[in-house]
């Protein structure tokens, strides 16, 4: 195809890339360099019948202005990103040399907002994504064994748990694990704990969460791998079959070397997508003990009194990005290595 | 020795499938019956059972199966307006999606060029990118324009953000389109648009829907986009339902709250229902293929 009918098919999908992908990460870049104006203040004296003080009040109209001059605020450098709501520098020297052990030190550190956030997004990551692929890879063994007439309907009820909208599933779940919902009430049955609740533990919270995180995943894996296993190699089955292997052995030694590429596609995208967890935060109402990194950008919009806090949010965006480089560059240069012949040809 | 072993295996895969099942399935059915009944029941402080038979709710409705939750949502909250406005958003979002996308995908899958996969790369790090902090990006020149709060504004991002995906997959499917088809008919005499409109576009339907499917999917589910562009009236029903969360404290909230999401479910499982073949290929052609 020459260039320019190329191009004359490609560029709005291109633009729009562009201009709501590629572009708003430059804006996130820049805007994470500002801060807010500070509020421009006047010394008033304000005379009364018990004589004249002087007041310090916030000139409105001059703050208003200074803003519409300059709506991305001062510029502030990397101050953003060292501040105590991000790498905090200071209050990890800080409690470096204050700290009389490492368990102290650690937990001071995991007290800041960001490594907060970035405790229980790595975590969540990388207890998800395997378990989702073990989990995804025994359901779909299983399924592939049913006779075909219980395929179907098998098939519709776990694909429920992952079309569902995050938030939905997770607000299902929660009412269900509340103090008094059905799963919450016989967990106090079975610890014989009628205090037991799993909101108030935040070892509770995080276990739950990342159950959901399961729940929601693994009809991903177990369809592709399901798809996988229809393609599986008859020959090769049944030679190792008259060989003697057992079920077992098969299935190690055939079926989990023919499913290993869908083992990296999946684990592509299942880092891409937990990485970013987010809706289960705001469904389970698990911020007092579990935040990730999207949710910290989403608190620094809603922080109560009105004000977005743009440059805060930004710079963890940013330092979001890099995360997600940093995860995903094995794996995407992997991808690239293997795909170069097959775009060539 | 052989035997009883698998039929061992045959009965553990089995136990196993009908425990997955019912965690699959069971959440679903519990809000559904339980979208039906007062709180007081749905959270029962005396015994589980009460959700099951209603006690609480023949108390206070005179029979156990109330539709109060739902009125309150969808009537006095104002629900109707939202699933209106998602109905709007979806719609968009898939139509413009998928005819962004197949055009760009056709192009990606018959350019032959080396930049072609170079696009195809950079669409893959734009899809890993986590929408929030795209959407960051946009507050602020949105509020500086004039452009936030409105539901075009959230359709176009909606389609910018779905665009990586839509891309990969159309271009995977064009790629199983035979190349002579088209130029068959180029060399008799069309132009390669022409040639797309009268030959491609015909049989390019499997394709289009199996992405639009994830299109709507992506469209429906988002909460990150739809709760920080969109103004308190033109809500969409996820943003609606987490607003519903926050006013929990009045007594029956809750039950609206349930009685929403029960009604936000039910495209869902039509959807399911109607096109799980659709699904099914659609998540594995990216995989199997690349």
Known sequence: ?345 | MNKTSSKWLNLFSICFLVLWLVLACVPFLWTFWGSFKVQADFFSKQDWQNALFGVRTLVETGSSFTSDGYQGAWIQEGFWKAALNTAIVTVSVVTISLTLGTLGGYALARSGFRYAFWILIAALIFRAMPHITLVSGYLLPFFELGLWGHLSTTIIVLVAINQPFTLWMLHSFFLSIPKDLDESAMVDGCTRFQAFRHVIIPVMWPGVITTGLFSFLLAYNDFAITALLLTEENQTMVPKIASFLGSTQEQGNVMFAVAAVVSATAPLFVLVMFFQRQIVSGLTAGAVKG
């Open chain 1, 1 to 345: 195809m020459p260039h320019h009918t190329f191009f004359k098919f490609i560029w709005p999908s291109a633009l729009a890339m562009l201009v709501f992908i590629a572009l708003p990460i430059i804006s996130i870049t820049i805007q994470s360099f500002y801060i807010d104006h500070e509020q421009v203040l006047v010394t008033v004296e304000n005379c009364g019948p018990f004589g004249c003080k002087e007041v310090t009040k916030v000139d409105v109209d001059a703050t208003r202005a200074l803003s519409e001059q300059n709506p991305l605020g001062k510029f502030n450098g990397f101050g953003t990103y060292t501040n105590r709501n991000h790498l905090a520098f200071s209050q990890i020297s800080e409690a470096w040399n204050a700290a009389p052990n490492l368990r102290y030190f650690i937990g001071e550190v995991l007290n800041l907002p960001f490594y907060k956030a970035l405790s229980f997004t790595l975590t969540y990551t990388f207890v998800v994504t395997p378990c989702v692929i073990i989990l995804g890879f025994c359901i779909a063994l299983c399924v592939n064994r049913l006779p075909s007439i219980f395929k179907g309907p098998t098939i519709f009820v776990s694909l429920l748990p992952m079309i569902i909208t995050p938030l939905i599933g997770s607000l299902v779940l929660f009412w269900m694990i509340d103090a008094e919902g059905i799963i919450g009430s016989f967990l106090k049955i079975i610890f014989d704990d009628p205090s037991l609740s799993l909101k108030a533990s935040p070892t509770l919270t995080w276990i739950m969460l990342i159950v959901y995180g399961i729940w929601h995943h693994a009809p991903f894996a177990f369809v592709v791998f399901y798809a996988g296993l229809q393609t599986v190699p008859k020959d090769t089955l049944e030679s190792a079959m008259i060989d003697g292997a057992s079920r077992w052995e098969q299935t190690r030694y055939v079926v989990v070397p023919h499913l290993m590429p869908l083992v990296v596609f999946i684990s592509l995208i299942q880092l891409m997508d937990n990485f970013r967890v987010f809706e289960p935060i705001v469904g389970f109402n698990a911020q007092a003990s579990a935040t990730s990194l999207s949710w910290l950008i989403y608190n620094d919009f809603r922080s109560g009194d009105g004000a977005m806090l743009f440059g805060s949010a930004a710079a963890t965006s940013i330092l979001t990005i890099i995360g997600v480089s940093i995860l995903l560059t094995p794996i995407i240069v992997r991808t690239w290595q293997s795909s170069k012949p097959a775009v060539r040809g």
